[in-house]
């Protein structure tokens, strides 16, 4: 289920980056998603799109990398 949550969660973030990040590059290591170039704008977006989607509130440090949103929607959504 984790795995299938992380690709979904990829592609969520990739989709509010507008393509800038691909979901494989988010996928491939533990990098933090400001260091991918996921930018203020983006963040919001997929603040937005991850509520939407799995009903939990996010805060901004919630998303620092991809393994700590998949945890927070694990346990919360």
Same mark, same amino acid.
Do not use: C
């Given at each position: +289920?984790? =795995?299938?949550? #992380?690709?979904?969660?990829? $592609?969520?973030?990739?989709? @509010?980056?507008?393509?800038?990040? !691909?979901?494989?590059?988010? +996928?491939? =290591?533990?990098? #933090?998603?400001?260091?991918? $170039?996921?930018?203020?704008? @983006?963040?919001?977006?997929?603040? !937005? ?5 799995? =009903? ?22």
């Amino acid at each position: +289920m984790d =795995g299938e949550l #992380r690709e979904r969660l990829a $592609g969520m973030i990739a989709k @509010a980056t507008d393509g800038a990040v !691909d979901p494989a590059e988010v +996928m491939a =290591g533990r990098a #933090r998603l400001s260091d991918l $170039g996921v930018t203020s704008l @983006a963040y919001l977006r997929l603040i !937005d799109a991850v509520e939407a989607e799995f =009903g939990v509130q996010l805060e901004p440090t919630t998303l620092d990398g991809l393994d700590e949103l998949v945890d927070y929607v694990r346990l919360h959504g």
